[in-house]
């Protein structure tokens, strides 16, 4: 019983009219992010989701230096070789043990066994292959590796050609995660644009717009998709092709948002402080960039943080049909063009990792878009 | 109400048009054309083609003539004689070479959108009655789950499981005794036996999202005033719940058929390439490949008119389902 007293105590104490009285009034003065950000802590999931984000994405822009060897690196006589896994001895340090192969010689198969005699030493921040940061500067030292450059140092295993998947999956995370933010920020433009006409303007020309977009979306996506890619010359560089499935993906994702800006603007339309606005004598633009376009923003960064990974998931799927990009290029999707067939998976199931990594992404950026769509309304 | 379905037909027609139009500028964006094709084959295989030859083969496909004029003559033979064109590539009828294939894509999507709607809706109900308990929390994380998972890699995984644990592919649609022979029972009790992976498969994303939807708009119906005065009167609270909320909630149920067909057929076309199932899928790959034009306009037309007049049957049962929805038919 005392000591049950003796702890409600503090709270009680704290919650005097007067405190009360000043916490709801640092409330009210505190600015809206804040306010999200109080909202979105709660969300654990959210949270964590955030918190896997930010180390892959940090990954993904320094790239050169947290792979082991380049993208392209290849050990043409390891394709299809199996993780190695990192061992630490007092005798060696830190060290893999190399691959014996043998072949079967009915089949032709190659099958790979740890060898024990053969040590691969690894260390932190060894010297590889060079690559470059944020484009004019150049390194080669990677934050691990084999420390006599060149040896094979498959954490993951290696692809067909004998290639560290780990490297691979690091470098393609670029594309794979640039692609979403990138094609979100185009179909924003539209969606932002398109939106605000047929929400703000209204009438006939509203009308038009809600039907064009219910022609988009009654298309089956996948069949338009292929065919538009199918559409993007061979000829075109990796860049070009880039920018050009971005495009082609959010021609077709800009639809959901722009149904949403106009849904805001419509509600908004009628509020009291937008009525308040007109009669003080603000201007159209006034009144929709000071004080509708601001009243919708967090929901708007919410759906658009929906629409990212939606994306991502796109571009994955284009790429593994052979019809999103093209090697050299490396994505995630590209990656998987090479699980393809059911009997390289079987024999080498590490190729689905960058699978795996998909579904991390997505699953975290879900998870903070659903937080976001939580924190997007705190006064609630 | 038959105002209502009148424009609603009109509307479908005029959205048809539209989509067959679009899917025609589609095909023929990419510089070249089908000889295109046939040029690269030739020197891949170390010949040479003469150019007369070449405009021998334009002129038999009628690719000389101007754009609009080989828009007009396509979807005139579809109007009028239900032709959809020749395939270049494989030298046949499209209506011949797509025709079983289009009935199983939407014999799988049908029966993937059943598959939905008999796991989604249980679930969210379930769900949104018992918020916050461990089964809510389960079936939001699954759904997560589901919504993050691409559908080739499911089907990736699940061919996998079955080949490295099960020594069986689950490939194909059919089993290799069944695959040529004409249709009887035990051909059918075999297509069932290996459709259910790919259902499975493809349903898995549209399950998720419906989970979310249903839950979410059950929670919103529950604490509405309706919910409390019939509780008031003493109404058994099963039979409360599901002739009111529940009843509301089930909106989605028709009013998602229109989002959840087309994403559906994408997922299907994309699981049937990975499990090389005999639908639309591969063949729709193959032909967007080599820019056998109307064989992949018609398919995109087929599919397109498919999901549209599937969307329109949604609505109809919508206001039958939904006495709000119907008034607002009726007035407008």
Redesign the interface.
């Known amino acids: 019983m005392v000591q049950q007293t003796e702890a409600i105590a503090p709270d009680t104490q704290h919650e005097t009219p007067q405190e009360v009285v000043k916490s709801l009034r640092d409330h009210g003065a505190l600015p809206q992010w804040r306010l999200m950000w109080r909202q979105f802590r709660r969300h654990r999931l959210a949270l964590i989701g955030l918190i896997v984000l930010i180390p892959i994405y940090f990954m993904a822009i320094f790239a050169g230096f947290f792979a082991p060897s380049s993208a392209d690196t290849a050990h043409t006589a390891l394709p299809y070789a199996p993780p190695q896994r990192v061992h630490v001895s007092a005798e060696h340090g830190m060290f893999v043990y190399g691959y014996s192969s043998t072949r079967n010689q009915e089949t032709f198969e190659q099958t790979f066994t740890v060898d024990k005699s053969k040590i691969v030493d690894v260390g932190w921040f060894v010297r590889g292959d060079e690559y470059s940061i944020l484009g004019p500067i150049k390194s080669n030292i990677h934050l691990i590796g084999p420390t006599k450059a060149g040896e094979a140092f498959f954490l993951v295993g290696s692809d067909q050609s004998g290639r560290d998947l780990l490297s691979r999956l690091i470098h393609g995370a670029r594309v794979s995660l640039s692609i979403g933010l990138v094609g979100v920020f185009a179909s924003f433009l539209l969606g932002m644009l398109i939106g605000g006409i047929s929400g703000y303007v209204g009438g006939r020309v509203d009308n038009i717009i809600q039907?064009i977009i219910?022609?988009i979306?009654?298309?089956?996506?996948?069949?338009?998709w292929?065919?538009?890619s199918?559409?993007?010359?061979g000829s075109w560089g990796p860049l070009t092709r880039y920018f050009a499935i971005t495009v082609i993906l959010s021609l077709i994702g800009w639809t959901g948002l722009a149904r949403d800006v106009r849904g805001r603007f419509l509600s908004l339309r009628e509020e009291d402080f937008v009525m308040a606005a007109r009669l003080d004598g603000v201007g159209r633009t006034g009144i929709i960039f000071g004080h509708m376009v601001p009243s919708f923003a967090s929901h708007i960064i919410a759906s658009i943080s929906m629409a990212v990974?939606r994306m991502i998931?796109a571009e994955?799927?284009l790429s593994?049909?052979?019809?999103g990009l093209q090697p050299p290029a490396v994505s995630w999707g590209v990656l998987?063009e090479g699980?393809?067939n059911?009997r390289a998976?079987?024999t080498a199931?590490w190729l689905?990792t960058p699978?795996l990594a998909?579904?991390v992404v997505?699953?975290a950026m879900?998870?903070v878009g659903d937080g976001l769509r939580d924190a997007a309304d705190p006064y609630k | 109400m038959l105002r209502f379905v009148a424009r609603r037909l009109v509307w479908m027609v005029i959205t048809l048009a539209a989509i067959s139009f679009v899917t025609f500028v589609v095909i023929k964006l990419p510089p070249g054309d089908y000889t295109t094709t046939v040029i690269a084959n030739a020197e891949a295989r170390g010949q040479d083609i003469p150019d007369s030859q070449i405009a021998e083969l334009k002129r038999h496909y009628g690719l000389d003539k101007p754009f609009i004029v080989q828009y007009l003559t396509w979807i005139k033979g579809v109007v009028l004689h239900g032709d959809l064109g020749q395939s270049f590539a494989w030298n046949q009828s499209v209506a011949s070479l797509i025709g079983n294939r289009v009935l199983l894509s939407m014999v799988l999507s049908i029966a993937s959108l059943l598959f939905v709607w008999a796991i989604a809706f249980p679930i969210g109900i379930y769900s949104a009655l018992r918020q916050y308990s461990g089964g809510d929390y389960l079936a939001s994380f699954l759904g997560f789950i589901g919504m993050a998972v691409p559908e080739f890699m499911l089907a990736l995984v699940m061919m996998y499981i079955g080949f490295r644990y099960f020594g069986q592919s689950v490939g194909g649609l059919f089993s290799p005794e069944y695959a040529d022979a004409a249709w009887n029972l035990g051909k059918l009790l075999d297509l069932i036996s290996h459709l259910w992976v790919p259902i499975v498969v493809v349903g898995v994303a549209g399950t998720a999202g419906l989970i979310r939807i249903t839950r979410a708009n059950l929670l919103d119906e529950l604490h509405k005033p309706y919910v409390a005065t019939a509780r008031a009167k003493g109404l058994p609270e099963w039979k409360l719940l599901l002739k009111y909320p529940v009843r509301m909630s089930l909106s989605p149920f028709f009013s998602t058929v229109g989002w959840l067909l087309p994403g559906l057929i994408s997922g299907e076309t994309i699981v049937s390439v990975v499990m090389s199932l005999p639908t639309s899928g591969p063949l729709l790959l193959g032909a967007v490949k080599s820019q056998d034009m109307y064989l992949v306009g018609s398919f995109v037309l087929i599919l397109s008119t498919l999901t549209v007049i599937g969307t329109m049957l949604s609505d109809l049962a919508l206001a039958w389902w939904d006495p709000r929805i119907r008034t607002r038919f009726q007035k407008g």
């Open positions: 039907r219910e022609f979306m009654s298309v089956p996506t996948l069949p338009l292929m065919a538009l199918a559409a993007l010359p990974p998931l994955t799927s593994f049909l052979g019809l998987l699980a393809q059911i998976v079987a199931p689905l699978g998909v579904v997505v699953l879900n998870f």
